[in-house]
């Protein structure tokens, strides 16, 4: 939201009051309270008028420190408030002190100060480890009066030349936000607009910090834009609270925001499967089903999940969470039959009764549903007739929904795809009093909580996941969200690409996005093409719209590549389970965008093309029906996974692969673990592992750890080279290989065998330890 007219006036019917200078300041035990008026004191009779704007900090943690801006402090308190873990102490207790000098007025929280000048300029400064992050100086901080009777609090934060700023929820424009507007409102709007299924109030910069404006309702950012020096936030009320979070580096950020906010669940290893759709507005019954499922086992296609969409109901009755009797007579039977052959189930839900569904007079009744202020349900005629919502904030309300869903977890069902929850009106009424405004984008972590914490509840813990479009600040507690409805086309794979990234720097740590494109039906070099890119995402599933996703449906190619690819993904799951395990332990997401893992590479700053997969691959999808490829490795000898052609980095390379490659690329030093088994998620990603390593560099160790299902290690290997010796010892597992990529041969081996291999050298273990001499060119 924009408030001035240029450098020099403001809008029309705009007014704004800018604290002056810091007139007194009290300090308290790990806090201080600064008020500030509007002019500056110059005599008794200054006092006499307002407004004073009150200044509070406040630290939940080290390195976190909380700004309060208020005007009218007799504001009712209103809910819902994000929840918070300001009691947590994972990340070590530290009590922050404050101390008052002539000068100023400083809080210090762990290596971050907040320093307030009590001089004749009023100036707040952000500082660590003897430098100033940002601040807020001349005319940035303010209290905004319109005409029109609003009333607004504004906050702005100084921007470097060569700073920038990411996040902000799963946005599919640039990556990178400075210039951008973004209003902080979900909304169901696809992928191609400035609206998002998921919006987030935070923001993290290459500048050793990032910005969490708790607020749950809608939230402006004007990044570079309103002022190209600063970024600035407002909110309509009398107060404004923001959490100034320093790392340094962006990991860092990420592990104390989420740390704040709440770190994403452990999943369970057969969600990292396939999953396989009915797809929305197709034909289908069990034998549209079956067909599907056998076709995959026919092709010697790894399949771990399959999902019924919308119409396993009976049409108009979304949601009565009742199977249609016309096409699915045995729904017992039939899901018994599935889970006979391996697959788990997912099922398509939301949280709207259309008015035909049996539970819309029942949840009326009850007092169940959102109401109008004059006391009448809250319906429209948008996705379903006479649509109405839930209301979660009631808790027999919640209860109610959530005993339906356990009925179908009796049935065999193991997952839900949390659907819609953007559209939640402001004209309505919550049980627990909740503010309209407040509760829109709050809205969708009471829904997706009460889900997943049913499954979590029934299956255990590791065990629950749901499938969410929608998302607030903590929703990444209730994994997996995917990207939401996007269109069969390249533009639409690259946006979609663009807003995980952007959902990653947002505190999410695994997320989706339909193979194909949703709208609309991809054409086969299109859907092979993303075919690598959703197996090379934390979760993939096929999916569409009125076209179904079974790869035989576009060509026999597009079955080898999904065959390629999935394997290719299975073969990878010791990997990806230590990546998952960094997600749910530091907040760290598991698809990257470059600036995370190279924040002092210039040429990452901007890359949104492509992503690190973990610490330790990186991956360029194709966006080119024709295979074409360009984008950029970090400095050091990468090696194509898939190949072992090894490549020097600090440049850029362009490419041309077929529809069974794309490049993957592996970070010098790495060691990557790579199971025994292609054929599905869940099996002993320890037994038979082989560690591939790549370019050990002289003196280095690197630990690898393989997780168990129930996140303790199942297994763990320390790989270190000194000189020409490279030495591998392994714990919690007897049956174990190495792979010495792009080292054609060596002077000897002691604890396995060796053998040559078609990237470089393999040894096959034969006890706890493995020493491998190299040879003068190794």
Same mark, same amino acid.
């Given at each position: 939201?924009?408030?001035?007219?240029g450098?020099?006036?403001?809008?029309?019917g705009v007014?704004?009051?800018?604290?002056a200078?810091?007139?007194d300041?009290?300090?308290?035990?790990?806090?201080?309270t600064?008020?500030?008026?509007?002019?500056?004191?110059?005599?008794r009779?200054?006092?006499?008028?307002?407004?004073?704007?009150?200044?509070?900090?406040?630290?939940?943690?080290?390195?976190v420190i909380?700004?309060?801006?208020?005007?009218?402090?007799?504001?009712?308190?209103?809910?819902?408030?994000f929840?918070?873990?300001?009691?947590?102490t994972?990340?070590?207790?530290?009590?922050?002190?404050?101390?008052?000098?002539?000068?100023?007025?400083?809080?210090t929280? =762990?290596?971050? @100060?907040?320093? *307030?000048?009590?001089?004749?300029e009023? #100036?707040l400064? !952000?500082?660590? $480890? %003897?430098?100033? /992050?940002?601040?807020?100086g001349?005319?940035?901080?303010?209290?905004?009066?319109?005409?029109?009777?609003?009333?607004?609090?504004?906050?702005?934060?100084d921007?470097?030349?060569?700073?920038?700023?990411?996040?902000?929820?799963?946005?599919?424009?640039?990556?990178?936000?400075?210039?951008q507007?973004?209003?902080?409102?979900?909304a169901d709007?696809?992928?191609?607009?400035?609206?998002?299924?998921?919006?987030?109030?935070?923001?993290?910069?290459?500048?050793?910090?990032?910005?969490?404006?708790?607020?749950? =309702?809608?939230? @402006?950012?004007? *990044?570079?834009?309103?002022?190209?020096? #600063?970024t600035? !936030?407002?909110? $309509? %009320?009398?107060? /404004?609270?923001?959490?100034?979070?320093?790392?340094?580096?962006p990991?860092?950020?990420l592990?104390?925001?989420?740390?704040?906010?709440?770190r994403p669940?452990?999943?369970?290893?057969?969600?990292?499967?396939?999953?396989?759709?009915t797809?929305?507005?197709?034909?289908?019954?069990?034998?549209?089903?079956?067909?599907?499922?056998d076709?995959?086992?026919?092709?010697?296609?790894p399949?771990?999940v399959?999902?019924?969409?919308?119409?396993?109901?009976?049409?108009?009755?979304?949601?009565?969470?009742?199977?249609?009797?016309?096409?699915?007579?045995?729904?017992?039977?039939?899901?018994? #039959?599935?889970?006979?052959?391996?697959?788990?189930?997912? /099922?398509?839900?939301?949280?709207?009764?259309?008015?035909?569904?049996?539970?819309f007079?029942?949840g009326?009744?009850r007092?169940?549903?959102?109401?109008r202020?004059?006391?009448?349900?809250?319906?429209w005629?948008?996705?379903?007739?006479g649509?109405?919502?839930?209301?979660f904030?009631?808790?027999?309300?919640?209860?109610?929904?959530?005993?339906?869903?356990?009925?179908?977890?009796?049935?065999?069902?193991?997952?839900?795809?949390?659907?819609f929850?953007?559209r939640?009106?402001?004209?309505?009424?919550y049980?627990?009093?909740?503010d309209?405004?407040?509760?829109?984008?709050?809205?969708?972590?009471?829904?997706?909580?009460?889900?997943?914490?049913l499954?979590?509840?029934?299956?255990?813990?590791?065990?629950?996941?749901?499938?969410?479009r929608?998302?607030?600040?903590?929703?990444?507690?209730?994994?997996?969200?995917?990207?939401?409805?996007?269109?069969?086309t390249f533009?639409?794979?690259?946006?979609?690409?663009?807003?995980?990234?952007?959902?990653g720097?947002?505190?999410?740590?695994?997320?989706?996005?339909d193979i194909?494109?949703?709208?609309?039906?991809?054409?086969?070099?299109?859907?092979?093409?993303?075919?690598?890119?959703?197996?090379?995402?934390?979760?993939?599933?096929?999916?569409?719209?009125?076209?179904?996703?079974?790869?035989?449906?576009?060509?026999?190619e597009?079955?080898?590549?999904?065959?390629?690819?999935?394997?290719?993904?299975?073969?990878?799951?010791?990997y990806?389970?230590?990546a998952?395990?960094?997600?749910?332990?530091d907040?760290?997401?598991?698809?990257?965008?470059?600036?995370l893992?190279?924040?002092?590479?210039?040429a990452?700053?901007?890359?949104?093309?492509q992503y690190?997969?973990?610490?330790?691959?990186l991956?360029?999808?194709?966006?080119?029906?024709?295979?074409?490829?360009?984008?950029?490795?970090?400095?050091?000898?990468?090696?194509?996974?898939?190949?072992?052609?090894?490549?020097?980095?600090?440049?850029?390379?362009?490419?041309?692969?077929?529809?069974e490659?794309?490049?993957?690329?592996?970070?010098?030093?790495?060691?990557?673990?790579?199971?025994?088994?292609?054929?599905?998620?869940?099996?002993?990603?320890?037994?038979?592992?082989?560690?591939?390593?790549?370019?050990?560099?002289?003196g280095?160790?690197?630990?690898?750890?393989?997780?168990?299902?129930?996140?303790?290690?199942?297994?763990?290997?320390?790989?270190?080279?000194?000189?020409a010796?490279?030495?591998i010892?392994?714990?919690?597992?007897?049956?174990?290989?190495?792979?010495?990529?792009?080292?054609?041969?060596?002077?000897?081996?002691?604890?396995?065998?060796?053998?040559?291999?078609?990237?470089?050298?393999?040894?096959?273990?034969?006890?706890?330890?493995?020493?491998?001499?190299?040879t003068?060119?190794?």
């Amino acid at each position: 939201m924009k408030f001035s007219d240029g450098y020099w006036m403001m809008r029309e019917g705009v007014h704004a009051v800018y604290p002056a200078e810091a007139y007194d300041c009290v300090t308290g035990p790990g806090s201080f309270t600064v008020h500030a008026p509007g002019e500056r004191i110059r005599h008794r009779g200054d006092l006499l008028k307002g407004p004073v704007v009150t200044l509070s900090c406040a630290s939940p943690m080290p390195d976190v420190i909380g700004v309060t801006i208020t005007h009218f402090a007799g504001e009712r308190q209103l809910r819902p408030e994000f929840e918070l873990l300001t009691d947590d102490t994972s990340d070590g207790a530290s009590e922050a002190t404050a101390e008052l000098s002539d000068d100023a007025v400083t809080l210090t929280s =762990g290596a971050l @100060s907040v320093r *307030v000048n009590r001089g004749e300029e009023w #100036r707040l400064d !952000f500082l660590a $480890e %003897g430098r100033r /992050l940002t601040g807020s100086g001349f005319k940035a901080m303010a209290v905004i009066d319109t005409d029109d009777g609003g009333h607004y609090v504004r906050e702005q934060l100084d921007l470097g030349v060569d700073h920038h700023v990411y996040g902000l929820g799963e946005r599919f424009g640039p990556l990178v936000k400075n210039g951008q507007v973004v209003d902080i409102w979900n909304a169901d709007g696809g992928t191609n607009s400035e609206q998002a299924y998921k919006n987030v109030p935070f923001v993290l910069t290459n500048a050793g910090y990032g910005v969490f404006v708790d607020h749950p =309702g809608r939230v @402006s950012f004007e *990044v570079a834009s309103e002022v190209v020096t #600063r970024t600035q !936030f407002s909110v $309509e %009320g009398q107060s /404004l609270r923001y959490f100034f979070i320093y790392g340094p580096t962006p990991k860092e950020i990420l592990r104390k925001y989420t740390a704040l906010t709440g770190r994403p669940a452990r999943l369970p290893d057969w969600s990292y499967g396939l999953w396989l759709s009915t797809s929305f507005t197709t034909s289908y019954d069990e034998e549209t089903v079956s067909s599907f499922i056998d076709g995959m086992a026919e092709r010697d296609l790894p399949l771990s999940v399959f999902h019924f969409d919308c119409f396993w109901m009976r049409e108009y009755n979304w949601c009565d969470f009742e199977w249609d009797p016309r096409v699915f007579p045995d729904p017992p039977g039939m899901l018994r #039959r599935l889970k006979d052959r391996g697959l788990r189930i997912c /099922l398509w839900i939301n949280p709207y009764i259309g008015q035909r569904s049996p539970l819309f007079a029942e949840g009326k009744a009850r007092g169940y549903l959102l109401k109008r202020p004059n006391g009448d349900v809250w319906q429209w005629d948008k996705w379903q007739p006479g649509c109405a919502v839930v209301d979660f904030t009631n808790p027999e309300a919640r209860e109610w929904y959530v005993a339906k869903l356990d009925a179908l977890l009796d049935m065999g069902v193991d997952s839900f795809k949390t659907d819609f929850g953007e559209r939640i009106p402001t004209d309505v009424v919550y049980y627990d009093g909740s503010d309209p405004e407040r509760a829109h984008n709050y809205y969708t972590y009471l829904f997706n909580q009460a889900v997943f914490e049913l499954l979590r509840k029934r299956r255990g813990e590791g065990e629950a996941v749901v499938f969410a479009r929608s998302a607030t600040v903590g929703s990444q507690r209730f994994p997996v969200h995917w990207g939401g409805d996007c269109e069969s086309t390249f533009e639409a794979m690259g946006e979609s690409l663009r807003g995980g990234l952007s959902l990653g720097l947002s505190g999410f740590g695994y997320w989706s996005h339909d193979i194909g494109g949703f709208e609309g039906t991809p054409d086969p070099a299109l859907f092979k093409r993303w075919i690598a890119f959703g197996l090379l995402s934390s979760h993939s599933r096929l999916h569409g719209s009125h076209s179904y996703r079974v790869p035989w449906a576009f060509d026999e190619e597009s079955v080898d590549v999904l065959r390629t690819f999935t394997r290719l993904k299975m073969r990878l799951m010791p990997y990806l389970l230590g990546a998952a395990r960094q997600a749910y332990e530091d907040g760290t997401p598991m698809m990257r965008a470059m600036v995370l893992d190279f924040p002092d590479d210039p040429a990452c700053t901007h890359l949104e093309r492509q992503y690190m997969l973990g610490d330790d691959l990186l991956v360029a999808p194709v966006f080119d029906a024709g295979g074409e490829v360009r984008y950029y490795v970090p400095e050091g000898i990468w090696t194509h996974y898939l190949t072992g052609e090894r490549v020097r980095g600090g440049r850029w390379l362009r490419e041309r692969h077929g529809f069974e490659s794309v490049p993957l690329l592996v970070r010098p030093g790495a060691v990557i673990p790579e199971g025994a088994v292609a054929d599905r998620p869940d099996y002993d990603h320890a037994e038979g592992v082989t560690l591939r390593v790549y370019e050990p560099a002289d003196g280095a160790a690197v630990t690898t750890a393989i997780p168990a299902p129930d996140g303790t290690t199942a297994a763990s290997f320390t790989t270190s080279r000194n000189g020409a010796a490279v030495r591998i010892t392994a714990t919690g597992t007897a049956d174990w290989n190495v792979l010495l990529a792009g080292v054609p041969s060596v002077s000897g081996v002691s604890g396995g065998t060796a053998e040559t291999h078609e990237q470089g050298t393999l040894v096959r273990a034969t006890g706890g330890t493995v020493e491998i001499t190299l040879t003068e060119e190794g």
